[in-house]
């Protein structure tokens, strides 16, 4: 069966210091992942997306960026972070020609930046 | 394009009464839809999908919802609630366009609180 793993679970980082979050899936291969964060009372937003090693979509024009340096691996990453990225960030993946196909999510990293 | 309403931002019910969380959608092309529910601090879980096959859709721990598409609903329901069940419920509609973030779109999501 396949897993999805977030770590770290919870992160308190000082505004402009770094971050990295990773995501790696397991049983399947070729997976579609994503990033989503999402926000106190507020719903998900998308921020990445990608269909395969090295490809990576961006939604949302933010000081974040990502990788996908490995087919089942998925890294999250800021030189600066910002108040405003705080957040509960989840990553995802699918299957599919489309990605429009069923997402299973992993359990979330809280990021609370100060 | 595609949108979804999730008509209430808190339901509350009683442990053992049932459940109703209200999903209407907006949708050009046959939409797949789904339901998720988030415990606290937790991802998010699939609770049940639609996918142009039967109308009443089943899913996980008791849950079912039915697509009406004259109505453009998805409406989740339980018939009794376990205390258990409180958590975010999100409804998520998308469409086989061809390719696109845009293809996938989440309703602002409904607090269940389930009084003892």
Redesign the interface.
């Known amino acids: 069966s396949q897993t999805i793993h977030q770590w770290p679970a919870t992160l308190v980082q000082p505004v402009g210091s770094p971050l990295s979050l990773e995501c790696t899936v397991e049983g399947t291969s070729n997976p579609n992942l994503y990033w989503y964060r999402q926000a106190a009372g507020r719903g998900l937003q998308l921020l990445f997306y990608s269909v395969g090693i090295g490809q990576i979509s961006s939604e949302v024009p933010q000081n974040l960026s990502a990788s996908r340096p490995q087919d089942r691996q998925f890294i999250l990453s800021s030189k600066k972070l910002l108040l405003s990225d705080s957040g509960f960030y989840l990553c995802a993946w699918s299957v599919g020609q489309f990605i429009t196909d069923t997402q299973y999510f992993g359990p979330g990293t809280r990021l609370t930046v100060l | 394009a595609q949108s979804v309403t999730q008509l209430d931002s808190h339901v509350s019910v009683s442990e053992g009464t049932p459940v109703l969380l209200r999903c209407n959608y907006s949708s050009s092309y046959s939409p797949?839809l789904?339901w998720?529910v988030q415990h606290p601090?937790?991802?998010?879980?699939?609770l049940l999908?639609y996918t142009s096959a039967a109308t009443l859709v089943k899913g996980i721990n008791g849950f079912e919802a039915e697509f009406k598409k004259s109505e453009t609903s998805f409406h989740l329901t339980k018939p009794s609630a376990h205390m258990s069940d409180a958590a975010e419920y999100?409804c998520v509609v998308?469409?086989?366009?061809?390719?696109?973030?845009d293809?996938?779109t989440?309703?602002?999501?409904t607090h269940l609180i389930i009084q003892p």
Not at chain 2, 94 to 101: D, I, L, Q, Y
Not at chain 2, 106 to 109: A, N, P, R, S
């Open positions: 797949s789904f998720y601090n937790k991802g998010l879980q699939l999908k999100f998308s469409e086989r366009t061809g390719g696109g973030a293809g996938l989440f309703g602002k999501g």
